[in-house]
Structures are given as structure tokens and as C-alpha cells.
């Protein structure tokens, strides 16, 4: 019986490292411009998409072996995954900022801005689905009746990383500490000498690098492919994003695990179709009686 | 441009005025375009070949009479709807004699109401839904049902692994796989007994992550996995099987074969076995002519789709030359073309023998196939009814 618990487990660190990525990056753009970039889950699937481009094209064309091949996924996928979040930026966000416009406004950017992300992938790239390449052989170890694979134990590691990599940034550095400021007032920041569209745009190439680095380690895990991989996804990272206290680090990071906590283990002892229902009303409760989430506090300072 | 349009326009004019009585039109609804466009031109490039190869011989021979084909080719865009009018549009306005297609029973069941109530012959190559031909007399397929398939894999995995107990994955969302997958719990433990299928576990389209059920099944004490998927759901849930453990055998249903699947699922599916209408690999007499034709001309093999429209066309043509002659009254052939049809007996195709039921569905068998190691469905065994 402890068997498959803590099988289950270690399937649930999995998901939940995925939602926990994903809600990391609405989590730092929702704490330094209060908006809630609607658009992220499309740049995971835009992440994916490269990862799968670059990975191909060092596979087959330069014939690269697998482990060098994964050295330079990496940071080409995030850095080119922090192009797109960029320009997006850039294009859609700041001119109606400049503009003065009511975040209202804003948020339905973000929204057609994933739209326009999911149906530019179809129509440029087709429908049919992609398998993406094995760039490491799985190992399959099993443990008293616990099948671990190296990815599995990749992909949570990698996750726990990047949490402690950016409340370092958040919490430790002088841009953390610009982008605090900015969530608190940003009508000071610019007399202290602080160039707010600096501090923005190093938001979005954060959390896109790392809706890019989910995606990459996505298409590990799961390699088959398609444009509306990343709408759904997206979503229920933004509900975990909320009930982990959006704006927070450490809940985000809480909130995808606890998001895929609950999904994996209603699956494993109920019907599959009871999942999300069980999932997110628990969710719901818990917002209920703590309405800024679990890490979140009633203050306009938040991240 | 403008010239050679006019030229086609005049040339089709006096072909029709001369020709017309001489020439048989039949109609193609098939998804050109669409979620799955390949089945469209698998259908499409079947047609075509078998179209040179009869209008070169000079046409078929009806009760005396030469009558060269024409296909009218309707794209349904694989959706319900479009397949709705598409039907009534070579019905009505292209006078087809007889309807091959739609593909999919999501196709299939509204345009095979049409062709019923405009009385006019169709025959469906791909469609397993009962539905598409039930109280339809004018509604003819070229495929088995999936009541049929399910008791096949249960007696093929029982006889090959001896196994007794099973575990089943499906999509619960999605008719052919609910349908197909309890229909195989039904005949399962029918032989062997109630509760034999240890695992009976689900999922929601979409879904990627298999890994709550898939524990559940490798630690059930099943001895075979049934997945009764489409080809781009079957690579993540072999994969994540084998990442949790699963080391015994998977079984699939027809729709493995309906697309691309070794592309997406590589090594990983090599060595398991699937129920489907036809093998490519290792094919016999007609079937490997077909095959060979049909890759020189196009450079790939055709897979069931192709097979079976081929089939159900020649069907058709078969059941025009049994009515003994035509008498040119559009509505009134229809119906003998019908009658005809329902009369064919042991017809041979290259998906094997087909006689059709009064319901106009055919008792034919499946074929059992294995993925091997080069990566190819090769023929493993044949199951009949």
C-alpha cells in the first residue's frame, strides 16, 4: 500500500513542478505591473515549440549527442522564449501603459495576445503534431516497487532551483529590490533614479526564461506537441498562482505543487472525471477563508 | 489564366452535352481540409487511382452499355455539419449515383441521414459507429463494428498471453473510445468472469499526464493494457507506461492505424499489437498489387483509409454493373443501385471478403497487427467472425 503512495507522490512533484513554473512567471508579472499576463501559458507553449526547434536543429543538422545537445536547449530556449515575452511587452503591454490605460484594458491584451500565439502556431506551423526528440535515454529505476526515472527526478529538481533561484533575485538583489519598490509605489520609483521599463522588461525576460524552461522540460516529459498545448495549462497555473497569494514567490511555488497535489491523488483514488471538480473546489474553500491565498497578505506591497 | 479558364469552362460544356449520357458521377465526402486532412487525401488519392485505371480500360460495362466515371471529390472539412451539406450537394445538385465517404462516424451519422432521406446509395469505408447504418437501408460501410473489434482483442489477448486479467485506459470524453473500451470490458469478463478487468481507468481529451491511472494499473495485477486511442494520445501513454513500469503487453484498436503514429511514437511502440481493418506489410495477391500501384504512384503506403475507400468504390461500382443496366432516370437508378448492393455476396476486396447484413454492414474479419522492429504494421493474425 506505501507503494504506490508514494508512486504517487513522486507523480504529483512532477505535475505539480510544471503548474509550479508556469505560476512563478504570472506571479512576477502580476507583482511588479499588477497585471495579469493572460498570454503566459501561450508563451510556455511558445517555449515548448522552440525548445523542440532548437533541439531538432543541433540533433539533425549538426549532430550534436543528446547530453550537448540538452547544455544548449537550455539557455537558448529561455533566452529566446524571453524574446517573445519581451516583445510582447513591447508591442502590446507598454504602449497602453504609456497610454495611461485602465488595467481592465490591458488584461484583454493579454488575452488576445495568447490567442493571437495559439493561432499563429497553427496556422504557420499546421495542425499536425509534433513528437519532440529523445535528447536523454530514460532510465527506468525501480525502487521497492517505485518506478523513478532520471527526467522525473530532473524535472523537480529543476523546479525547486528555479523557485530558489528567484526569491534569491527577489528578495536578495537590487533589481529584486526595484521591482518591490515598483509594486509598492510606482509613481516613486522614478524620482529615486530607478528606470521603471528597465525593471518591466527584466520582469517579463524572467518569467518568460522560465515559462521556457517549463516548456522545454514539458516536451521531455511529454513530447507530443500541439498549439493549444499551453492554453489549459496556463490557466490552472494561474488559479494555483492565486491561491498560493499571487504576487508571492514562495506561493506560487506552493500553490503549483499543492495544485498538482490534489489532481494527481483525486485521479489515483477517485473516477478521472471527478479531478478537476474535487481540485478546484478545494481550491475554492481555501480561497474562501483565506481570500489573498496562502502566502499572500492584504498589503499593496506584495513579491 | 483568364484563356485557359474559358477554354476548360467550353471543353467541359461539350463534354457534357456529348458525353453525359454515356458517363457515371460518383461523390466523394471526405475531409480535405480540416483536424485530420490526411485521412482526406488518403481517401482522395485511392479514387483517383482506381478512376485511371478504370476510365483507361475504357470505362466499366453496365447492361451492355461503355460508361466512363467521373468522381465529384466534396471536402466536409471534418465536421458534422459541412458533411450535412456536402452530402445534399451531390445529391442534389452534382446528381452523383452513389456517395462514398464521409470518413468518421462524426461525419458519417449526419450525412448518412441525408443520403437515407434524398435515397440515394452510401457507402462509409471507415465509419465503426452502429449508428451510421442503423434504420438506414440506403446507408452501406466497408469497415467492421466495434462490437465486432472489441471481442477480437479480448480472444487475441487471452489466446496469445493467457491472460485473465486486463486493465483498460480510455478517454471517457470521446465516443469511439468509451464505445470500443466498453464494449472489451463486456466481452472480457464475459469469459473470464466478473471483476476480471482489474483496472477499468479514464481520462478527458486533452489530458497529457496519465500517471495517477497508469499507477494504478501497473500496480493492479492486470496482465495486459487496452488502449482503445487515437494515434497522437497513444505515444504519451506508452511512454509514461514504460517510465512507471510497465514492462507486459499493450493492445490497441483500429484507430492506431488511422495516421501517424511510428512518427510520434518511435521505439517506444515497436513489439505491441493492435486490432485493424488491413496489414500493409506482408500483404498477399490483390492487396500487394494495390500496395505497390499505389506506391509508385503516390510514394508512401496507403494505410486503411486508402484500403478501404478503394474497396467500398469498387463496391459500389460492382453493386451499378448488378443492377443490368441503367435507365437514366436518376432516382429510380439510385434505388436499383441500393438493391444491388444489398444483394452482394462474398465480395472479394483487398481488405478482405465482404457480405453485407440487412443492417448494410459487412461481416468481415479484422486483422491482428504488430508493430515490429523496422517500425512497420506486419500482419500477425487474422480474426473472423
Known sequence: MLGPIIQ?????????????????GYCLVYGVLLLINFAHGDIFMVGAYIAFFVATFFLAAVGLPGWAVIVLCVPLTMALTALVGVTLERVAYRPLRRKGAHRLYVVITALMCGLILENGNLALLGASRRLFPTLVETHVYNIGGVA????????ILVAILAFVFLETVVSRTKMGMAMRAISYDKFAIPLMGIAPDKVVVFTFVLGSSFAGLAGLMFAMSYPVLDPYMGALIGWKAFIAAVVGGIGSVRGAFAGGFLLGFVEIMVVAFFPSTYRDLIAFTILLVILTYKPTGLFGVARFQKI | MKKILFALLASVLVFSSVAHAESIKIGFNIPLTGDIPDVGESSKNAAEMLLKQINDAGGIDVGGTKYTLEFVYEDNESKAESALSAARKLVTQDDVLGIIGPQSSKQAVPAGEAANDLETPMISPWSTNPDTTKDRPFVFRGCFLD????PVVV????????ATKAAVLYDIASDYPKGLAEVFKEAWEKKHGAGSVVAFETFTTKDVDFSAQLTNIVNSDAEILFVPQYYNEVPLIVKQAQSLGWDKPIIGGDAWAGGDLMSLCGDDCKGYFF?????????QGATKEFIEDYKAIYDKTPDDVAALTWDSTNLMLEAIQATGGLTGDIDEDRIKVKDALGTIKDFKGITGNMTFTPEGDPIKCAVVVKINDAGEFSFYKQVCP
Open chain 1, 148 to 155: 523513478v526515472t532520471n527526467l522525473k527526478i530532473a524535472v
Open chain 2, 147 to 150: 462490437p465486432f473489434q472489441g
Open chain 2, 155 to 162: 480472444n487475441f489477448a487471452s489466446d496469445e498471453f493467457g
Open chain 1, 8 to 24: 504517487n507522490i513522486l507523480n504529483a512533484l512532477q505535475w505539480g513542478s510544471f503548474y509550479s513554473l508556469i505560476a512563478l
Open chain 2, 275 to 283: 486490432s485493424t481493418h488491413y496489414a500493409a506489410a506482408g500483404a
